[in-house]
């Protein structure tokens, strides 16, 4: 029997449209943006405000933190020296686009070059809400141990980068290197990794380097 | 204008209401049972491993792991010496009531004086869901860093006691021990609490005979 069921497009949710559209924008604006994700307290923050001073003369930052409470976050990225802009989700577990499309109307799009997007701490939700950012980007952190990609595999497998922070605690707690990055390997095949310490700096440098050289790609879209 | 409008009893959630009767199932057999919280990696299992070896010959504990994926917890905890049973959420972010309800069913609870109840590792959606647990602790741990209560109120305002574990790398991040605890008196006054790490096992006596006091009281129910 030959199928004569009629197959219908994929429709796309209303988030996945509206991520499009802020893809868009930041696509029209030569803006390279970023989704930060990650468990509360793997170092997000202190990642940001790294890469905001460090970039400084390089590109243009502008940051949009995302959190259940406070503004702790955008106002560490705003003394850093970037356009902050705060989004509280009221309870809300994760971002979603319909946050971000109207965070994105606080943002001059047109004198920026980089956005980071900062989500709520937590390595479930966040996973399966698409922004329009052009790369997912996880910040994993040593004293969480190194099962964590074993045990949240939804949120490393839909990364396309890992950073692997608080590497200056590898003497003090127990973590298989191996082992994590096995895990990784095994969810999101060749997925850029970066090992650092935002605390003593080391390794900083690959992950400035990914940044800058990923928004001059966006910038020549 | 006198009020002649009816007043409706407050009508409980499904959830809520099963998480009653897991309640009186725990106090029909005598049976302490806690809800154990916190961020991926704060170091839960390893409480929970550190108590079963502890408690041998005190108690009779049983525990529920809840997990997106894997049994890796379980498996620590069955090897400790507990009756363990896994959830595996299937992507959930949170434990709930029924969830509980069905792994009760795999636990013979006139058996046990303790159950311990591990949720998903996850500081914004468990605290929302009532399991019928009489206590909910929160793990925190230091390398989260200190702004966590204000970051997230939701869990912080609503446990019974929080445990402050890897005290051990105090000497090597930034943490202001005043900060963290005046947050939480501000949202959670006179809230139990624990400094321990269980690493070095420093401070673990104090939360082991808080659990052996609270298992006594639960029997005389």
Redesign the interface.
Known sequence: MSSKIPVVEKILSANDRLALENRARFDAAGVFAINVMA???AGKTSLIEQTIRALQGKLRIGMING????S?DADRAAAAGAAAVQINTG?D?HLDAVMLQSALGQLDLSSLDLVIIEN??????PAEFKLGAHKNVLVA?I???D??P?????MYRGVHAVVIN?I??LP???FRMDFFKEGIEALNPGVVQFELSC?TGEGLQAWFNWLVSEARKAALR
Chains 1, 2 share one sequence.
Request: contains cysteine; hydrophobic residues 25%.
């Open positions: 468990s509360p307290g959190d259940i409470a406070t702790f309870g577990c709520v701490g937590n390595l479930i939700c952190s004293p969480e141990g099962d964590k074993y045990k949240y595999p939804g608080k200056d605690l003090y707690v127990p605390r």
